[in-house]
């Protein structure tokens, strides 16, 4: 009897070392499995980000958000060692266009230190000029010199209610006889491709979306988008009035300039604005017309000592001419000269 006990013991033993020496392996592949997880995923819990609209700061706080890359389990045979991992977009997934998601620097932006011709008052802008940029108007065609911008307006510009849904008007739309479109309804998408289109086939590079303070930062982003869909560059609209939405605004990578009328904002405000946006040497013009005279001529004085800042000031009604106030400077020497 009691050798039948111990060899029962003895079997019970073995059985629980091989037992034990069986999940061994198992413990080590999971730990190096969660080792490469890591690696490949970094900070994966602590994405919040959204793909209807590419944001760089959540409300306007400076908080800069991203799109996550598509999350894959490692395989079993993935190799130990290795140091680097690339993706492939998922089948049927299509790339992001090539500016997408990132900011445009400085360099290269052909606006920086040339003075705005801001004419959308009047179908005369003349010829313009090779070291000047010209704005004409909602139906005008690009001047013959120089770097021309379009008048664009997310309302329906002439109120011909063939963009509906409208919103009830607000008092801008009321006072320019403009519809306030809805931007969930078919109309919004088939307005701004219109002009789009039209302003694409007429040669224009540059266009400006009036009225982006009626609407939500992500209607105006989504039409700045689609803009981008058409190869034009946008010039962000008093985006002072864009509230927290405003960094945003002018972060977008396919934002090159802004243009700012009195009420919105004064040469501090945007400077402190493009450099939230990471966008610290984007042209910055001033424009003002009737009683705007003495407020182009304060905020002149204070654009001096910043970079690529201009003011203008129409004497023909609103925007029939441009008479320069303040000449945009590219550095910051050159502004202080023109400071003395």
């Not at 033993?13 to 080792?35: F, G, H, I, M, N």
């Not at 606006?111 to 009047?122: H, Q, S, V």
């Not at 982003?221 to 058409?230: H, R, V």
Request: hydrophobic share 40%; glycine share 10%.
């Amino acid at each position: 009897m009691l050798k039948l006990v111990a060899a029962a013991l003895a079997g019970a033993t073995a059985t629980l070392v091989l037992w034990q020496d069986d999940r061994k392996p198992v413990a080590q592949y999971s730990l190096e499995s969660d080792r490469l997880a890591a690696a490949v995923h970094p900070g994966r819990q602590e994405s919040a980000a959204h793909r209807s609209a590419p944001q760089w700061f959540a409300g306007g706080s400076g908080t800069v958000s991203a799109d996550p890359a598509p999350e894959r389990a490692v395989p079993s045979n993935f190799p130990v060692r290795i140091r680097t991992v690339s993706f492939t977009p998922p089948a049927g997934q299509p790339l992001p266009p090539p500016t997408a998601n990132r900011r445009v620097g400085p360099a290269g932006n052909v606006l920086a230190g040339k003075p705005l011709r801001y004419l959308i008052g009047t179908g005369a802008a003349g010829a313009g000029r090779d070291d000047e940029v010209t704005e004409v108007a909602y139906s005008a065609a690009p001047v013959k010199r120089g770097i021309s911008i379009a008048y664009c307006n997310l309302f329906d510009e002439h109120n011909t209610r063939r963009y509906g849904p409208y919103l009830r008007t607000s008092d801008t739309a009321a006072q320019y006889n403009e519809g306030q479109i809805d931007p969930r309804g078919p109309g919004w998408e088939k307005n701004l491709r219109e002009q789009f289109d039209r302003r694409k086939k007429q040669g224009f590079e540059y266009i400006e979306l009036d009225n982006p303070d009626a609407y939500s930062i992500k209607d105006v982003i989504g039409a700045i988008d689609l803009a981008a869909s058409y190869g034009l560059k946008v010039i962000a609209k008093n985006p002072g009035l864009m509230g927290r939405g405003a960094a945003e605004y002018v972060a977008h990578a396919n934002v090159y300039g802004i243009i700012v009328e009195k009420g919105a904002g004064g040469a501090g405000d945007m400077d402190a604005l493009r450099r939230k946006a990471g966008k610290p040497e984007l042209p910055v013009w001033f424009v003002a017309f009737g009683s705007g005279r003495a407020w182009a001529g304060n905020v002149a004085s204070a654009a001096k000592q910043y970079r690529n800042m201009g003011v203008t000031y129409s004497s023909a009604g609103e925007y029939g001419n441009a008479i320069d106030v303040l000449v945009p400077t590219e550095s910051t020497r050159s502004a202080a000269l023109a400071a003395r």
